[in-house]
């Protein structure tokens, strides 16, 4: 399996957006409200179809070379794959001993109610 991938895209503006539209993949497009967002977009989205189809033993389609009018969009999977991945640390907490035994008597999950704080916190749900 190689790591490297370069497909063709067309790019268009409709509106306010910038579309880029696979020529090798039905269906596969990233908008963006500049050019370097829909690229940044389209490289993530063609990342995530390409681990998609290997992690189904499938082979990704052929890569038009001939095509004009195109920008090519490159990625490199180690990279998309390890943001696919959830690597958990290990940290120590304090809490107060109320809280601990309120807690266990409920059997809360301490780190999925530590992961899901967190991230509130950051504003990510």
Same mark, same amino acid.
């Given at each position: 399996m190689? $790591?490297?991938?370069?497909?063709? !895209?067309?790019? +268009?503006?409709?509106? *306010? $957006?910038?579309? #880029?539209?696979?020529i *090798?993949?039905?269906d596969?497009?990233a908008?963006? !409200?500049t050019?370097?967002?829909?690229?940044?977009?389209?490289? +993530?989205?063609?990342?995530?179809t %390409?681990? *998609? =189809?290997? $992690?189904?033993g499938?082979?990704?389609?052929?890569?038009?070379?001939?095509?004009?009018?195109?920008?090519?969009?490159?990625? &490199?999977?180690?990279y998309y794959?390890?943001?696919?991945? @959830?690597?958990?640390?290990?940290?120590?907490?304090?809490?107060?001993? &109320? #809280? *601990? =035994? =309120?807690?266990? @008597?409920?059997?809360i999950?301490?780190? !999925?109610?530590?992961?899901?704080g967190?991230? +509130? @916190? =950051?504003? %990510?749900?």
């Amino acid at each position: 399996m190689k $790591d490297n991938y370069v497909y063709p !895209a067309r790019i +268009e503006k409709q509106n *306010d $957006d910038i579309i #880029l539209r696979f020529i *090798d993949f039905d269906d596969v497009i990233a908008f963006g !409200a500049t050019e370097s967002e829909a690229i940044e977009a389209a490289q +993530e989205v063609l990342a995530l179809t %390409l681990i *998609d =189809l290997l $992690d189904r033993g499938e082979e990704p389609p052929a890569i038009s070379f001939e095509e004009q009018n195109v920008i090519y969009i490159n990625v &490199w999977l180690p990279y998309y794959r390890n943001m696919t991945k @959830e690597i958990y640390i290990k940290k120590t907490v304090t809490i107060p001993q &109320w #809280l *601990d =035994l =309120l807690a266990k @008597e409920r059997n809360i999950n301490y780190s !999925a109610c530590m992961v899901r704080g967190i991230k +509130e @916190e =950051l504003g %990510l749900l």
